[in-house]
């Protein structure tokens, strides 16, 4: 059976982020990585591993920031709250999970002996779960760890799936997602089957993952296309801001420029998203309003590959929505190994496909910073 994995890198954005501005907050080479808003509209960030800093910092919406507004840690990557109030930080370069009491100012070590613990998230039930990077040098992280309010812990999955994970979320239905760093990689986990399924590959670094309730997406940056994406839990993929050149311009998202974005954070009543990138805090604002061409008709960009199962033959239709465009097809194996590449007709045409033995098989379509995948089975 096929499934369908769309990644719609910058076309779409012309219809879809009219609406949005982007504002630069503040700038400081310590903001880098992980982000937390609370509920008074703080907003806490990390330095990042790798001897990068001891503090978390907080800045303020006005543009105020102190870089050193707690110490007590070690390479923080990640930040979260749980319902107590109570904030807890991932430490890369002390392989620990911290604890801050904003009450008493208290830091504690709530776990220690991680392996390069980048992100985390939290549970209806106030369970943490920590994605595991890999400690430096090897950087072969491929865990999730999971913490229970008591203290306790466990290894809650480790797969050979996951490389180098460090976007981590809950949907609001349950499920976990987890994203490898370095491909972009994002898959779903059913908490009792604990199976990852492949929802999305962006072909680029995947940074924070975050949900947002209002519209039931999962955001996150890419440091390697220098966007801000947001998808359905079906795994369909606009750009929210961005246009993939490396950069720091304000305003309307279209054309505002992103300089490797790691870390998101949504205010308490989601209509802001804070970005952490090199060194700067970064605001997108209007997210509740609605996208400028709304009620036009939806651009046709689905891949269609058949027959299925493969007979050893299969034909590849190019999207309507690339009519025109330049675009290159490659097929490969799970290995990543290459069986076909060829540069595809435009709209209209057909590309057929021979000796394609049984097995798993990826079809990639690139065009002009858009890639289409398909995954047969």
């Known amino acids: 059976m096929w499934k369908r994995y769309c990644l719609l890198a910058c076309l779409l954005a012309a219809q879809n982020i009219e609406a949005q501005t982007v504002e630069t907050v503040v700038s400081h080479p310590r903001i880098v990585d992980g982000i937390h808003v609370d509920a008074a509209g703080?907003?806490?960030?990390?330095?990042?591993?790798?001897?990068?800093?001891?503090?978390?910092?907080?800045?303020?919406?006005?543009?105020?920031?102190?870089?050193?507004?707690?110490?007590?840690?070690?390479?923080p990557i990640d930040i979260d709250e749980n319902g107590a109030g109570l904030l807890f930080v991932t430490n890369y370069d002390d392989n620990t999970l911290k604890s801050y009491d904003p009450a008493t100012g208290a830091v504690a070590t709530v776990l220690s002996g991680l392996d390069g613990p980048?992100?985390?998230?939290?549970?209806?039930?106030?369970?943490?779960?920590?994605?595991?990077?890999?400690?430096?040098?090897?950087?072969?992280?491929?865990?999730?760890?999971?913490?229970?309010?008591?203290?306790?812990?466990?290894?809650?999955?480790?797969?050979?799936?996951?490389?180098?994970?460090?976007?981590?979320?809950?949907?609001?239905?349950g499920h976990l997602w987890v994203a490898n760093t370095p491909t972009g990689k994002i898959f779903r986990i059913d908490t009792t089957a604990r199976v990852p399924e492949l929802v999305l590959e962006l072909g680029a670094k995947a940074g924070?993952?975050?949900?947002?309730?209002?519209?039931?997406?999962?955001?996150?940056?890419?440091?390697?296309?220098?966007?801000?994406?947001?998808?359905?839990?079906?795994?369909?993929?606009?750009t929210l801001a961005g246009t993939g050149t490396p950069g720091s311009i304000d305003g309307d998202a279209a054309g505002a420029r992103f300089n490797r974005p790691l870390g998101l954070g949504f205010t308490v009543s989601e209509d802001t998203l804070y970005v952490a990138e090199?060194?700067?805090?970064?605001?997108?604002?209007?997210?509740?309003?609605?996208?400028?061409?709304?009620g036009e008709k939806a651009v046709d960009w689905k891949l269609r590959v058949a027959p299925n199962p493969s007979t050893g033959s299969v034909k590849v239709e190019i999207p309507a929505a690339l009519a025109g465009r330049p675009c290159i097809l490659e097929v490969s194996d799970g290995s990543g190994r290459v069986a076909f590449r060829q540069e595809a007709p435009?709209?209209?045409?057909?590309?057929?496909?021979?000796?394609?033995k049984a097995g798993v098989w990826y079809v990639r379509l690139f065009s002009d910073g858009i890639l289409l995948l398909e995954k047969m089975l």
Not at 346 to 356: K, V
């Open 42 to 75: 703080f907003i806490y960030t990390t330095p990042g591993g790798l001897m990068q800093g001891l503090a978390i910092g907080r800045a303020t919406p006005e543009g105020g920031f102190d870089p050193n507004f707690r110490t007590g840690f070690s390479g």
């Open 118 to 173: 980048a992100g985390l998230a939290l549970d209806s039930e106030g369970n943490i779960f920590v994605t595991c990077f890999g400690a430096f040098p090897a950087y072969s992280g491929n865990q999730v760890i999971k913490v229970k309010p008591d203290g306790s812990s466990e290894t809650w999955l480790e797969t050979t799936d996951f490389f180098r994970p460090q976007g981590v979320a809950f949907d609001d239905e």
């Open 208 to 238: 924070n993952l975050v949900f947002r309730k209002k519209d039931r997406r999962l955001y996150f940056p890419s440091q390697g296309n220098h966007r801000i994406y947001r998808m359905d839990l079906q795994g369909n993929l606009d």
């Open 278 to 294: 090199a060194g700067r805090l970064r605001r997108i604002t209007g997210l509740d309003e609605q996208p400028a061409q709304a």
């Open 346 to 356: 435009l709209y209209g045409n057909a590309i057929f496909i021979d000796g394609l």
